[in-house]
């Protein structure tokens, strides 16, 4: 009762005000979300732009923003990687990218060394090589050497790895093997996906050992490794 006479409150206005009040709270949330998510993007973008990215062998697979690095194509420095020292300082990189670069390296553990050297502790290493089982992997007259997936456990620290060659050390996260790396027919492009997922289930090792053949063998193999200092 107001002033003497009863108040009376329409049901439907009483229920409209609570849908604004609502809505005005769902607005405001998605307002401090939005602001939220804006930050974490500016964040993520800064952090990118602050990353070195070393380029190894680039040949014409040159990646913008990165310090792409080959003898015979067009780079940003041109030097004959076979030769160290490199040009670059010490713990310089946040990543290393070596496309089909190592095997044209007489020598590989010299190699892994400088990669160790210029790259921050933690700084990530992608790898890409013919695999030992490959049919262009010693046929190529510039080829030294091929690669499976236990080429670098002298790098390891784990306990039942022996055989090391200095003080460098990476971590494996990750290999993956690729059964035809050039795809000639587009007809063969669903049937290589799904032998890709398959060599890919089980542990590497354990493919490499015992199936590898059976496939003709396997066109390529890639490593991510992480730079233990």
């Given amino acids: 009762m107001v002033n003497g006479c009863l108040r009376y409150e329409v049901p439907y206005l009483r229920k ?7 809505h005005d709270d769902d607005s405001r949330e998605r307002k401090a979300n939005h602001v939220l998510l804006q930050a974490m993007l500016e964040l993520r973008a800064n952090e990118a732009k602050e990353m070195k990215v070393l380029n190894l062998g680039c040949g014409n697979q040159y990646m913008k923003g990165a310090v792409n690095v080959d003898y015979y194509y067009h780079a940003n420095v041109k030097w004959d990687l076979s030769k160290v020292s490199w040009p670059f300082k010490t713990s310089s990189f946040d990543e290393v990218h070596a496309h089909h670069i190592i095997e ?21 290493v992608f790898i890409t090589t013919p695999h030992c089982s490959s049919m262009g992997a010693l046929s190529h007259v510039t080829h030294y050497r091929a690669f499976a997936s236990t080429t670098f456990n002298c790098f390891l620290e784990e306990p039942s790895i022996i055989e090391h060659y200095g003080k460098e050390r990476f971590k494996v996260k990750r290999t ?22 398959l060599i ?12 590898a053949y059976y496939f003709g063998g396997f066109d390529e193999i890639y490593f991510e490794l992480e730079v233990i200092k």
């Avoid at 409209?16 to 609502?22: D, E, H």
């Avoid at 993956?176 to 997922?197: E, G, Q, S, Y």
């Fill in 104 to 124: 044209h390296l007489p020598d590989t553990l010299q190699t892994m060394k400088e990669i160790w050297r210029v790259t921050k502790p933690g700084g990530k």
């Fill in 176 to 197: 993956r093997l690729k059964w035809i790396k050039w795809r000639f027919d587009k007809w063969l492009l669903p049937f290589t996906a799904i032998v890709d997922f």
């Fill in 16 to 22: 409209t005000n609570q849908v604004r009040s609502r």
């Fill in 200 to 211: 890919n289930l089980p542990p590497t090792l354990l493919v490499e050992r015992f199936f």
